[in-house]
Each structure stands twice: as structure tokens, then as C-alpha cells.
């Protein structure tokens, strides 16, 4: 059993997050069957997008969990998903589980990824064994406290609100350091490994940036760009060996994907394609520079770099972020 569930049902006491039932739900012909829609849908349409809970089983005293019952014969998960989807719109994400705690089986409904509000009746529901309409279609219910309301307009107007209010998206954003053997099978025979990024979009949603990345020297390595190591063979006609001990200016250069600047203290490489890419939902962009910054060892120690992130979607500023590029052992 998950120990975070444990910990929430035992310690944390009910609010428009988390809510106790004593008795199991029903569905068929049982009188509270519509019970169901009602409290899944006002966890739901509460303003926050954590993860919300109703613990069957249970009974509260003063909002805390304070004794447990035995549940009989639980429904499975599928049959909760088909009653709720058939009855509320749009698609509500959650699950059911159930689990043994003090010699007792409970359960629990876990609503998550439940952005998408406000839920609402997509259909008249009409209360078991009778013709009357219990909720009429459009109707929608909140949780408030720890209590159950009808929704009103003054909440739809604070969930549109959050809605589509813009957030600041620089969590969205995951950067990994990568050190790696190059394609270019003659810059590995020269010993050069290479220094890039991996981007992962972690959210549902695409975004557009720049980004530079900043590499600091050091006397452990040797930081050199492809195309200079190119000019220096062209240049010397000599091996690796020169290109370590190479002791003149560096030469910059440009091409229509990256620009370079050496600043004597550290490489920053731009990626000018990054202003024009747009990176999709849960999508990863891996070696967003190209393998284009080599790095020539001498010691196994890290190398130590940073980068900054423009984007629209960053409401607070750039994202600046400090890296370590751990050094593998690379046969």
C-alpha cells in the first residue's frame, strides 16, 4: 500500500481535498447511487489541481479519520469509471483502490489530472426506481470546506478565471546534462567526448524558447567547439596532441544553426534555432546543441556550466539554471 496514502487518510483531516465516507458507494437500483456524481464531481471542480480523495470506510470525528469499517463485496474500477463517465462531462480522471488497514478492507477514490474544470452533468439523472430528475443536466456541484454546495456563477467565474490565468511555466521545464562520445567517429578517435543538454517538456502543453548554454574552463579540461577543431587541422596538420597545447586565440565562428563566444573564462554556445522551435507536449529536444561543444579531459573532475532560457511563457523572467556534467567512464 502506498505509504502517502496511509499518511493522508491518517493524518490530514477533511477539506475541499479530501472527504470521509462511511459506507461504501452503490450503483444498480441502490436509492444513493447518484451519491457518487455528486461528491467526485465537487472534489473535482474545487480551484486547486492537486490530488483529491474520498476514503470509504471511514468515519471522521472532528475531520479526522476515526474508526474504520469493513467494506463488502467492493465494486471494481470499471464499474465506477463507466457510471461516471457516462453521467459527467468532461472526462473526469480518477481511480479506486482498494486496501486492508486494521484487519479492515477500505477504499479510496483518487481524482488527479483534474484541470479541465468545471465538471458538470452532461445528461438529466434521475433518482433510482423513480421518473424524478435528482440533477438536471448542466447542473454542477463544489466543494467548500468541508462541505458540498451548488455551483454558482461566482465559482465558474473563479474557475475560468484559474483557468486561463497565465502561470509562470519554468517547472514545465526539465534540463538534464549530457556527456557523451561523439557520432563523429574521428573526434572520438581524437578523445574528445562532448557537452549538451536534453530538454524534456513535462507538461500537456507546447512552448517556444531560446536558450544559451554556458560552459566554464577550468584546469581539469579542455573546452573546444567542433569548428575550431576543424580550423586548427586545417591550419596545423597535426594531431590531438597540438590541439591540447594549442596556446593562440581561439577563433570564433558562426553558422545558420549556432554562434559561439569565448569569453576566456567559459564557451557560450547559442542556439539559433531555439527561437523557432516549438517544443510539443511532453515532448524531449536531446543535444539541442549538436554536439557541437567538445570537451578534451584531463581530469576526471565535473565540469561546471549554466543556462539561460527565454521564453513568453515565463512570466517572472528568464530561467537560469547552474549544471554539473559528471564526467562517466567512457571506454
Do not use: C, W
Amino acid at each position: 500500500m502506498n505509504q502517502e496514502v496511509i499518511n493522508i487518510l491518517l493524518y490530514n483531516s477533511e477539506s475541499p481535498t479530501l472527504d470521509f465516507k462511511k459506507e461504501d458507494y452503490r450503483l444498480g437500483k441502490h436509492l444513493k447511487k447518484n451519491d457518487i456524481l455528486k461528491d467526485l464531481m465537487a472534489l473535482a471542480n474545487h480551484p486547486s489541481n492537486e490530488d483529491k480523495y474520498i476514503f470509504v470506510g471511514v468515519k471522521e470525528s472532528n475531520g479526522m479519520a476515526s474508526e474504520f469499517f469493513n467494506i463488502n463485496d467492493p465494486l471494481d474500477d470499471a464499474n465506477y469509471q463507466e457510471f461516471i463517465k457516462e453521467n459527467i462531462e468532461p472526462e473526469l480522471q480518477f481511480e479506486y483502490r482498494n486496501f486492508e488497514y486494521n484487519g479492515k478492507l477500505i477504499g479510496y477514490l483518487k481524482i488527479f489530472d483534474n484541470s479541465a474544470r468545471p465538471y458538470l452533468f452532461k445528461k438529466d439523472v434521475k433518482k433510482p426506481g423513480t421518473n424524478e430528475i435528482e440533477y438536471r443536466r448542466g447542473d454542477g456541484f463544489i466543494r467548500v470546506g468541508s462541505s458540498t454546495n451548488k455551483i454558482t456563477r461566482k465559482d465558474l467565474e473563479i474557475i475560468y478565471d484559474n483557468r486561463f490565468k497565465s502561470k509562470d511555466r519554468k517547472n514545465d521545464l526539465k534540463i538534464t546534462p549530457i556527456v557523451g562520445i561523439p557520432d563523429d567517429s574521428e573526434l572520438y578517435e581524437l578523445g574528445f567526448r562532448y557537452l549538451d543538454i536534453e530538454i524534456l517538456n513535462t507538461s500537456n502543453k507546447s512552448i517556444e524558447f531560446e536558450i544559451d548554454l554556458e560552459v566554464f574552463r577550468s584546469n581539469d579540461h579542455v573546452l573546444i567547439t567542433e569548428k575550431e577543431v576543424r580550423q586548427i587541422q586545417r591550419e596545423n596538420h597535426q594531431n590531438s596532441h597540438s590541439i591540447f597545447g594549442t596556446s593562440g586565440p581561439i577563433i570564433s565562428f558562426s553558422d545558420p544553426f549556432f554562434s559561439s563566444k569565448d569569453t576566456g573564462a567559459s564557451i557560450i554556445l547559442s542556439d539559433m534555432r531555439a527561437s523557432q522551435y516549438r517544443l510539443a507536449q511532453k515532448g524531449s529536444l536531446k543535444d539541442v546543441f549538436n554536439q557541437n561543444l567538445l570537451l578534451g579531459v584531463k581530469r576526471m573532475n565535473p565540469v561546471q556550466g549554466k543556462i539561460t532560457i527565454r521564453s513568453d511563457d515565463f512570466t517572472t523572467g528568464l530561467l537560469e539554471l547552474d549544471l554539473t556534467f559528471e564526467i562517466p567512464n567512457i571506454a
